[in-house]
C-alpha cells in the first residue's frame, strides 16, 4: 500500500526530472545553435577569400558582339574568378542595320545566326555588350572651357546634331559624351550619338533569345579596352591605337592610360591609307608605339605600314591574357587573325 506522502514525493521526482530534461533539451539547442551560428561566419569570411572545399564561384558568361553594316563578329567568354576563357567565336554577314523598322529580314538573319551559334556551342550567356562599328555613330570632338556647365554642354550637344541632322528630332539619338585630357583652360569632350532606332533594333533582336543587352560601345573604344587589358604596360606609355575599315582610319592617343585625343580620317587607296598612319607616326611627339586592328587589316598592309612608320607598330592581340578553351585550340586555324575581333573581345571584357 502506497502512502499519500509517498505519491506527494513521486510526483515531485517526475517534475523535476521533467525540468532537467526540458532544460537540458533547451541548453543542447543552444550549443548547436551557436555551432550553427559560427560556421555560417566563417564558411562566408572563408567563401570570398578561397577556392577551397566549401568555396564555389560562379563562373560568368558574356558575349562580345561587334556589327557594322556589313558585318558581325562574336565571342563568348567565360570568366571564371580572375581568369577569361575563349569559349567560342564566329563571324557572319550582317544585314541587322539595313533595313528599316523592327521585324525586319536583317533582324530575322541576326537572330538566327546568333541562336545557331549559342545552340551549337551550349552557351548560355548572362549578358551581352555589342560594339558599333564608328561609321554607324556620330561622333566629334569639341573644345570647351574648364568652367562650362553641363547645360551649357548638353546646349552644345544638340546643336551639333541638329548641324548634321536637321531634320532629325533630337530624342531620336542617344548620347554621351566623355572628357579628353586637356590644359588648365580648356578641355575637349568626346561626343558619341547613336540613333535610338538601332538601340531598339539591338533590344528586339535579343529579346527574341531572352537575352539582356548590357552594354553598348564604339567598336574603337572597345578596342582601347582589350588593349589595356591584355597590355597593361602601356598605362606607362604614350600610344596610338589605330583601327583600319574599308576606307576609313581610326585614331586615338593614350598618354600614360588617359585618353588625350580620337579622330578619324577617310582614304581612297592603300598607299593613301600608308601614308597617313607614316604621317602620325612622325609628327606626334614622343609616341612610343602603334597598335593596329580592323577587319580590314591584313600582313601585306601591317608589312608596310611598319616599313613607313618611325615607331614599332604591332597587330594587337585581344587574347594576349585570355585561355583558350580546348575546342577552341583544337579548331582553331593557324592563320586565325585575332586583331580582327578586337572590339568583340574588349566588349565582352567590359564590366561597368
Not at 560556421?39 to 558575349?63: D, I, Q
Request: charged share 20%.
Amino acid at each position: 500500500m502506497v502512502s499519500g506522502a509517498t505519491i506527494v514525493v513521486q510526483s515531485h521526482l517526475k517534475i523535476k526530472r521533467t525540468i532537467w530534461r526540458w532544460r537540458a533539451t533547451q541548453l543542447l539547442r543552444r550549443i548547436l545553435f551557436y555551432i550553427l551560428i559560427t560556421v555560417t561566419l566563417f564558411l562566408a569570411t572563408t567563401a570570398s577569400h578561397c577556392r577551397g572545399f566549401f568555396s564555389y564561384p560562379m563562373k560568368k558568361s558574356t558575349l562580345g558582339v561587334y556589327l557594322s553594316e556589313q558585318m558581325a563578329h562574336v565571342v563568348a567568354l567565360e570568366q571564371d574568378g580572375s581568369s577569361n576563357v575563349l569559349r567560342a567565336f564566329a563571324e557572319w554577314p550582317s544585314t541587322l542595320f539595313n533595313y528599316a523598322g523592327d521585324d525586319t529580314p536583317g533582324v530575322d538573319e541576326f537572330v538566327e545566326h546568333l541562336s545557331s551559334f549559342l545552340t551549337s556551342h551550349n552557351l548560355k550567356p548572362q549578358m551581352v555588350s555589342i560594339a558599333l562599328d564608328s561609321a554607324l555613330l556620330f561622333i566629334n570632338t569639341v573644345p570647351f572651357s574648364q568652367s562650362a556647365s553641363r547645360s551649357e554642354i548638353d546646349e552644345q550637344v544638340e546643336w551639333e546634331l541638329k548641324a548634321y541632322f536637321p531634320d532629325a528630332p533630337r530624342e531620336s539619338f542617344i548620347s554621351d559624351m566623355h572628357i579628353l585630357s586637356g590644359n588648365s583652360k580648356q578641355n575637349n569632350i568626346l561626343m558619341v550619338s547613336v540613333r535610338r532606332d538601332l538601340i531598339q533594333k539591338l533590344y528586339r533582336s535579343l529579346s527574341r533569345l531572352r537575352l539582356g543587352l548590357d552594354i553598348v560601345d564604339v567598336d574603337h573604344f572597345s578596342a582601347d579596352n582589350a588593349l589595356r587589358f591584355n597590355f597593361p604596360e602601356t598605362m606607362n606609355k604614350f600610344v596610338a591605337l589605330i583601327g583600319l575599315k574599308e576606307g576609313r582610319i581610326d585614331t586615338s592617343l593614350i598618354r600614360y592610360n588617359d585618353l588625350e585625343s580620337y579622330s578619324y580620317t577617310l582614304y581612297a587607296s592603300q598607299s593613301e591609307m600608308v601614308a597617313q598612319i607614316g604621317k602620325v607616326s612622325k609628327e606626334t611627339k614622343g609616341l612610343s608605339s602603334i597598335s593596329l586592328y580592323g577587319i580590314d587589316l591584313n600582313t601585306e598592309k601591317l608589312t608596310q605600314i611598319r616599313d613607313a612608320s618611325a615607331v614599332p607598330v604591332e597587330a594587337l592581340n585581344p587574347l594576349r591574357s585570355i585561355q583558350l578553351a580546348n575546342s577552341v585550340r583544337a579548331n582553331l586555324d593557324p592563320t586565325f587573325a585575332s586583331y580582327r575581333y578586337c572590339a568583340a573581345v574588349g566588349a565582352a571584357l567590359r564590366r561597368d
